[in-house]
């Protein structure tokens, strides 16, 4: 069982930065691909971020490329979601969640293929 708890949301302007975490514990961080959700009010939610167990792969959504990084120490249990250049529409809940898989460098844009999830952290960004 692993355990996910997300930090670093908040209200920025636009065009600001955050970086969010995901410290995970419970379970073999490394045995696990990890990726970035979010949820804005009245939407599915969407993909936004994965990384591969090793942190060599690494794939983004269309609405975030360019703008958003993600990232991740294994020694420390924790995933990172660097977003730049924040926008109005980045507004929702983010969520970090945790792919068991046996092959490095496979990662997942399907919110279904994901085992465990945190609680989620709201970002707002003001215009």
């Known amino acids: 069982q692993v355990q996910l708890v997300e930090s670093g949301g908040g209200l920025v302007q636009a065009g600001g930065s955050l970086r969010l975490s995901c410290a995970a514990s419970?379970?073999?961080?490394?045995?696990?691909?990890m990726g970035w959700f979010r949820q804005a009010p009245g939407k599915e939610r969407e993909f936004v971020a994965a990384?591969?167990?090793?942190?060599?792969?690494?794939y983004y959504g269309d609405s975030v490329k360019g703008r958003f990084t993600i990232s991740r120490d294994n020694a420390k249990n924790t995933v990172y979601l660097q977003m730049n250049s924040l926008k109005p529409g980045d507004t929702a809940v983010y969520y970090c969640a945790a792919d068991w898989t046996y092959y490095n460098g496979i990662i997942s844009v399907d919110q279904h293929e994901y085992d465990y999830w945190g609680q989620g952290t709201q970002v707002t960004v003001s215009s």
């Open positions: 419970g379970g073999s961080f490394s045995g696990y691909a």
């Open positions: 990384i591969s167990k090793s942190g060599g792969v690494t």
